[in-house]
């Protein structure tokens, strides 16, 4: 405990060394920017560079970085010196306000998806002051934005913080219209569990595919994986949890609210999640989370797998987005109330929630979508492709009262006319959780349980905030021009709840049987990357987002064609890497086995004794190998035939249609030689060293 009270944030410039080492008046003023969203005055900019760069000098930081999340979803990082050179050859340490808010970058190396040339290299940083600047390594590191010289967004953060204020403006229209007047902003919240794998980093060095990869492109299944369901909350090991303590300590000194740590369901497999904060300082530390994630491991000997489906036949990784919506006054506005004002704002911004999930299922999917995570969507391990909402009964029972018009028999007997009787009380956990939705309510919040273990929080983040700052900006159109506010808030509920019930399934999302039954509801269902990204781009989301100023249809197109081009080419890189172990490493050890089996059964013939096992096997390897043989040549040729050309649509639909079965047909191949091959012979780690060897 004391190392919690002694070093919690202890590398962050947070609210309390600023409130230390700043004016009051500088503080107060800096306040009114990160709390209402004001302009930055520069002299308060520069009287903020000064205090931060003496407290990380004194922190022991060198450097100062923009720290910024392009759209590889990865975060960059340009280190300058604190220095500016003086007469007589010496320096000072200097930082102004200028350099802390804005800073350049080159706009053309990094993914822009047509945004920029080659030859149009400028962009901009600019400071998040949101989100408080951090020390890592000795450089002081400062949340920013990042944009092109014409002004387009080229990161995760300038659209996540559009959609932040889009949300923003509809829900306090809202809270206007139930007299909430104190309520003058309203900020989404997100807790985003991590579930990730650890392996020995000496195993790790073996594998090209991991190398390379980031997951297992062949591998047989070991003789025992996840079916006795001994791992899931089990004693964690002493190493792990060793890499846990230090881990938390680390992530606990740079402000990352740490709290719980298990082991997950595969073996070998893990999860970090975090208490809820402001969602753009949620995707912030989801991002240094993976990173020091991967450095503790390291200096444990291990390494890190944050890859969506490392290992085929156990579960994979993703992460739980907990999603919210809280007021400055701190009021969680997906809490069930206690009165009946409280109880008809509660459901009207539940009903928001369902009207834009239902109407925007194509986007949420889209959100979440990559090379990897299609191998984990709809696996039966992880919510289904096919979007839906889970309520569970009793709120959903209470939906269906009030469609109906009819009384509630819960455990309170109540008139559901809206603002005349109070809600049935409906405290949290009256109801069971389904881990097989993949957009659930568990209390006072919606858990989208989608997103890929790899991926930035963003995307989806952004798309949740936009989609239900639509219905609210739908919701306040029709109440402002209400003559009864109250007769009309209960329309309004009581049709929401009539046209998007569909989305809403209580049952089990593997089964065929709710597949059959969402098609039938007409709920859209996009089973891969190459299906989802185009929905970006559709005339009603683009609609969606330039209405909102979230991005724009040419920042669209630019997403949309960065994640098919990114798509592309992990495929392709997959597929040379498997291309590569074959020729190198399988197909010369598997001959080598083979050989000498033959040669050991000749020897026995020799001296009389009969050998038909050796036979029986040589005559199996050399069947499967010549399989392996034409799978491999199949690869080769349709990798080889990738058609050229600048459509990433049609790039990304022959990678996953042409390239991909290829490389399922060639791992098949593998996976048996390696069943029938001595250990001895076999090139690289196998999954039962791999997954229990900590």
Not at 637 to 645: L, M
Request: aromatic share 8%.
């Amino acid at each position: 405990m004391a190392f919690v009270d002694e070093n919690f944030g202890i590398n962050v410039f947070n609210d309390s060394v600023m409130r230390q080492r700043l004016p009051k008046e500088t503080y107060k003023t800096l306040h009114k920017t990160i709390d209402e969203g004001r302009r930055l005055d520069p002299q308060v900019a520069s009287v903020v560079a000064n205090a931060m760069k003496d407290w990380a000098l004194e922190r022991g930081a060198t450097h100062y970085t923009h720290w910024f999340q392009p759209l590889n979803s990865v975060t960059a990082e340009k280190h300058d010196a604190f220095i500016t050179p003086v007469d007589g050859g010496r320096v000072i340490q200097e930082f102004s306000g200028k350099e802390l808010v804005r800073g350049e970058a080159d706009a053309s190396s990094l993914p822009s998806g047509g945004l920029r040339s080659t030859f149009e290299a400028r962009g901009y940083t600019a400071w998040d002051p949101t989100s408080y600047a951090f020390i890592k390594e000795h450089v002081l590191c400062i949340p920013t934005a990042y944009c092109s010289y014409g002004g387009e967004a080229l990161d995760k953060k300038t659209p996540l913080l559009r959609s932040m204020e889009a949300l923003n403006r509809q829900a306090v229209r809202i809270l206007k219209l139930f007299g909430r007047l104190d309520a003058t902003r309203v900020t989404p919240t997100v807790g985003p569990e991590q579930e990730y794998f650890l392996i020995e980093k000496s195993l790790y060095d073996r594998r090209s595919d991991l190398i390379f990869a980031g997951r297992t492109l062949f591998g047989a299944p070991a003789p025992k994986g996840q079916e006795l369901g001994d791992h899931f909350f089990g004693t964690i090991k002493t190493r792990v949890q060793a890499f846990m303590t230090e881990l938390n300590e680390e992530l606990w000194k740079v402000g990352v609210l740490a709290k719980t740590e298990h082991n997950e369901t595969a073996p070998a497999q893990h999860e970090m999640a975090p208490i809820h904060s402001i969602v753009n300082v949620a995707c912030d530390h989801n991002q240094l989370t993976m990173e020091i994630m991967k450095k503790v491991a390291r200096r444990h000997g291990l390494h890190c797998l944050l890859s969506e489906k490392p290992f085929a036949g156990v579960n994979g990784s993703g992460k739980h987005n907990n999603w919210s919506m809280s007021t400055n006054t701190g009021y969680n506005l997906l809490e069930p109330g206690d009165s009946p004002h409280e109880s008809a704002q509660f459901l009207l911004f539940l009903t928001a929630v369902i009207k834009a999930v239902d109407d925007y299922q194509d986007l949420l999917r889209a959100s979440v979508a990559s090379a990897g995570n299609d191998h984990r969507l709809g696996g039966c391990e992880a919510p289904p492709a096919v979007i839906s909402i889970f309520l569970g009964d009793e709120l959903t029972e209470i939906l269906e009262a009030l469609e109906a018009g009819s009384i509630y028999n819960g455990r309170e007997k109540t008139d559901m006319t809206i603002g005349v009787h109070m809600l049935p009380k409906f405290p949290k956990d009256t109801t069971d959780r389904n881990r097989t939705s993949p957009f659930a309510f568990t209390g006072n919040k919606f858990e989208f349980r989608s997103l890929g273990s790899s991926d930035s929080i963003s995307d989806a983040n952004v798309v949740l905030n936009t989609i239900v700052a639509e219905s609210l900006r739908q919701f306040a159109d029709e109440l402002e021009n209400a003559a009864d506010f109250r007769s009309a808030l209960h329309d309004l509920i009581v049709r929401t709840i009539h046209d998007h019930k569909r989305i809403i399934f209580n049952g089990n999302n593997y089964t065929d049987e709710w597949l059959k039954e969402a098609e039938k509801r007409g709920l859209s269902r996009l089973d891969s990357t190459v299906d989802a990204l185009p929905c970006y781009t559709s005339e009603k989301n683009i609609r969606l987002f330039e209405t909102h100023k979230v991005l724009s249809e040419t920042e669209l197109r630019s997403r949309r064609d960065i994640g098919l081009d990114s798509y592309a080419k992990i495929i392709a890189i997959e597929a040379n890497t498997m291309i590569m172990m074959t020729r190198r490493q399988i197909l010369p050890a598997v001959l080598r086995f083979t050989g000498d089996i033959a040669a050991a059964s000749r020897n026995i013939r020799d001296i009389g004794v009969d050998c038909a096992s050796g036979t029986e096997l040589v005559s199996s390897l050399s069947a499967y190998t010549d399989q392996l043989s034409r799978d491999l040549q199949r690869l080769e040729s349709v990798v080889g035939a990738r058609p050229a050309g600048d459509d990433p649509l049609a790039d990304a639909r022959y990678m996953h249609g042409t390239v991909l079965p290829a490389m399922t047909d060639l791992r098949k191949s593998a996976d048996t030689l390696e069943k029938l091959t001595d250990r001895s012979y076999w090139p690289f780690p196998t999954y039962d060293e791999l997954l229990f060897s900590i």
